[in-house]
């Protein structure tokens, strides 16, 4: 089935350790968003991919980054993460914007 | 600007009742509207979808959602709850056009509780 993955579902780092999220779709679909969802709140779009056009949110830290190298991937870089970094992150791709967003499972990031 | 009310932070039914979850939005001409289900742990699940056409769309596990232009709502039903139905349930809105293309506005969820 054509889906979005995200790897690692849980991750655990320490305070100011870069970490890495990982997004993959197999939808062959032209958006990939990353999305910041803390407990009980909806999700806060980060940034956006629109092809290799990068779109950045503009309240998103610096602290956060994004790097698509092909199609079929997105990564999530955190430089140096807070103890408010803590978060489900969702990865969703859509086929054009404007379009339906399809989501992924999410990656529980916890900041020791 | 736009945004998203649900005036519904938590919703308890029993098993077998019937279920109704309030949406209200704010958008300067017809948005692109949706709902979506998040089960604890889990990323979202498109749950249906209005874009154009009939305003009564028929979701997946037997969820319905009535837009009405009038009332600026687009509330979401179900005849019959299930217990697989305990979930957190999210309202949200696409922007048409402009430069805000493609982003969601998201509601800040129901939390539905199933009583057996």
């Known amino acids: 089935d054509a889906m979005v993955i995200q790897n690692p579902r849980y991750q655990v780092t320490q305070f100011g350790k870069p970490v890495t999220l990982s997004c993959s779709q197999t939808?062959?679909?032209?958006?990939m968003y990353w999305y910041q969802q803390k407990s009980s709140q909806a999700p806060k779009l980060l940034f956006h991919?629109?092809?290799?056009?990068?779109?950045n949110e503009a309240d998103t830290p610096d602290n956060f980054q994004s790097r698509r190298p092909n199609t079929s991937f997105c990564f999530l870089d955190i430089r140096s993460p807070g103890l408010g970094d803590a978060a489900m992150y969702l990865c969703?791709?859509?086929?054009?914007?404007?379009?339906?967003?399809?989501f992924g499972p999410g990656t529980r990031l916890l900041v020791l | 600007a736009q945004s998203v009310t649900q005036p519904d932070i938590h919703i308890t039914v029993s098993e077998g009742a019937s279920l109704e979850l309030r949406c209200n939005y704010s958008?300067?001409?017809?948005?692109?509207l949706f709902w979506y289900v998040q089960s604890p742990g889990q990323g979202l699940q498109l749950l249906l979808k209005?874009?154009?056409?009939?305003?009564l769309v028929q979701g997946i596990k037997g969820f319905e959602a009535e837009f009405k232009r009038s009332q600026s709502s687009f509330n979401l039903r179900k005849p019959s709850v299930h217990w697989s139905d305990a979930a957190e349930y999210f309202c949200?809105?696409?922007?048409?056009?402009?430069?805000?293309?493609?982003?969601?506005?998201f509601g800040r969820g129901t939390q539905l509780t199933v009583w057996p």
């Open positions: 969703a791709t859509s086929r054009d914007r404007g379009e339906t967003q399809y």
């Open positions: 939808l062959n679909h032209n958006v």
């Open positions: 991919y629109y092809d290799k056009d990068f779109n």
């Open positions: 958008y300067g001409a017809t948005p692109y």
């Open positions: 209005y874009f154009s056409g009939d305003t």
């Open positions: 949200a809105v696409g922007a048409r056009g402009g430069s805000t293309l493609g982003r969601l506005y």
